[in-house]
């Protein structure tokens, strides 16, 4: 007999171990903790034969009997699926009755995987109980103040770095109610900082950066179509001592966020569903505008490919040289020579 699952993204990992269950709905207040709980099942339905991935937006008016009879026709030589279902707000009466039914009776074969943010009171809903009943509910929660500079302490050991109690709590301060700007310091910090111990008046170094030239100057001026001043900063950065690595850091951020938005854009009601859906910060948003009323997707594409180069080159894994490499990418997102 099944038994109902409620677990939490910190349990996930265990639950996956013990066994993979064909129905999942990863959901909450967290739109960071969701997305990597969803990557968590979406790696581990791969290594278990789930190699086919379908990606499908709930919104209004989608087409659940194209859906229902497209996952009830799965070949018999075809391999096993992952079927993505992702919402960008509570789905409606007639979602919800689809969902309940997926959860209850998942197509053969297929995991099924539901994600979007839900306030506290619709996990009482009908269709959600259904997949606490019959698959797994991943609920996550907001990390509030006094347990983030524990939550960041946690996120940079794991990465080999150790900060002092007094420095978790200034990075706290800093990215109070904004679990994406926790992380992206604990992902920088580490990258600058590769197995350090960090006392307080380090971190607050790291934090109050405001040298002349910052990356995300670059990426700003570079996606909004300024070459001149892309560049310019670019050759600051460099003079002050700055490494490929972090500034690389900084552009495949905003260029990820460009591709994920341009490639869902056309399924939203609006650009800011969009942004919204892909959890792309409203400060980096503007740019990003520019950048898609004049890139397509083959060239954000190519864009990506000429980025995965510097990375190497910067690594040391292909010959070349990283800053010449790195001054050429800048160019292309501001728009210089950007194949049509």
Request: proline share 4%.
């Amino acid at each position: 007999m099944h038994r109902a699952v409620r677990t939490s993204p910190e349990a996930l990992t265990a639950g996956l171990a013990r066994s993979l269950r064909q129905a999942y709905l990863v959901t909450g207040a967290e739109p960071l903790l969701i997305g990597e709980a969803c990557d968590a099942i979406r790696q581990h339905a791969r290594s278990q034969g789930h190699a086919d991935r379908e990606v499908h937006f709930i919104e209004r008016g989608f087409d659940w009997n194209a859906l229902l009879a497209d996952s009830a026709n799965l070949s018999l030589f075809a391999s096993r699926r992952l079927i993505e279902l992702k919402f960008a707000s509570a789905p409606d009466a007639a979602s919800g009755s689809a969902l309940a039914g997926l959860a209850e009776h998942p197509p053969p074969d297929t995991v099924l995987l539901v994600s979007g943010e839900l306030e506290r009171k619709s996990l009482a809903n009908a269709w959600v109980k259904a997949f606490e009943a019959h698959g797994v509910l991943v609920v996550t929660q907001t990390v509030e103040r006094a347990a983030l500079p524990g939550w960041i302490r946690e996120r940079l050991g794991r990465r080999g770095v150790s900060i002092e109690p007094a420095a978790a709590e200034l990075l706290a301060d800093r990215v109070e109610g904004n679990l994406l700007a926790a992380q992206q310091e604990v992902e920088r910090i580490a990258l600058l900082m590769p197995g350090a111990s960090l006392a307080a008046d380090e971190v607050a170094g790291l934090v109050a950066d405001n040298a002349r030239y910052d990356v995300f100057e670059l990426s700003a001026a570079a996606f909004s179509g300024q070459p001149v001043r892309a560049l310019r900063i670019l050759s600051g950065l460099r003079a002050e001592g700055r490494e490929p690595p972090l500034i690389l850091w900084a552009l495949l951020q905003d260029l990820r966020g460009l591709s994920r938005v341009a490639l869902r854009a056309g399924r939203e009601r609006s650009l800011d569903d969009a942004f919204r859906a892909e959890q792309v910060w409203s400060n980096r948003q503007g740019p990003l505008r520019v950048a898609l009323t004049r890139m397509t997707r083959p060239q954000i594409d190519a864009l990506l490919t000429a980025a995965a180069r510097v990375d190497r080159l910067a690594k040391g894994s292909l010959r070349g040289d990283a800053w010449a490499a790195l001054e050429s990418l800048v160019a292309r997102i501001a728009g210089v020579g950007l194949a049509a």
